[in-house]
């Protein structure tokens, strides 16, 4: 079964469908290496090409949103929404998930630690604690 990274649920994220042409043509040599799940308002056909973008990764780094480009893999109804799943046809947009996913989930980390000491936390603070406890989740090998 296909792995996918679950998307924290307290950093926004907009799915927009793109042109099929911007979808890469060369295809992963072990598609079961899966992608990412996140929630969405709105459902997807299955195999609809999706841009992938992460506002508030800009507003991190001053700059403009983190995205990239897969697939929906898999839509179901979930709430007043959908959960989908996003697949990915190139090593190159596979890859820049995984970072864009790790950047994510340190910064819903550093959220975490704040609650938890009531005092503000920088991602310098987690993020190598973050990294020692679960960056290998995020490696090739564990999607295997």
């Known amino acids: 079964m296909r792995q ?3 998307h924290p ?4 994220v907009d ?6 042409s911007q979808v890469p043509k060369q ?25 992938i ?11 403009e949103h983190a995205s990239c ?17 996003v697949t990915f046809t190139d090593e190159e947009n596979l890859f820049r998930l995984r970072m864009i996913e790790q950047i994510c989930q340190i ?9 938890l000491l009531g005092r503000k936390v920088t991602v310098e603070e987690v993020a190598q604690d973050w990294i020692e406890q679960f960056a ?4 090739r090998d564990s999607l295997n």
């Open 15 to 20: 799915l927009v469908p793109s042109q099929a």
């Open 9 to 12: 649920t307290d950093m926004p």
């Open 69 to 85: 480009y897969g697939l929906i893999a898999w839509c179901q109804p979930q709430g007043d929404g959908f959960v989908v799943g």
């Open 107 to 115: 910064e819903h980390y550093r959220r975490e630690r704040e609650q």
């Open 136 to 139: 290998s989740s995020y490696s």
């Open 27 to 51: 295809r992963l040599h072990n598609i079961s290496l899966g992608g990412v799940a996140c929630n969405c308002n709105r459902a997807f056909i299955n195999g609809t090409p999706i841009e």
């Open 53 to 63: 973008r992460i506002p508030l990764l800009g507003s991190l780094q001053g700059g």
């Open 4 to 6: 996918y990274f679950r």
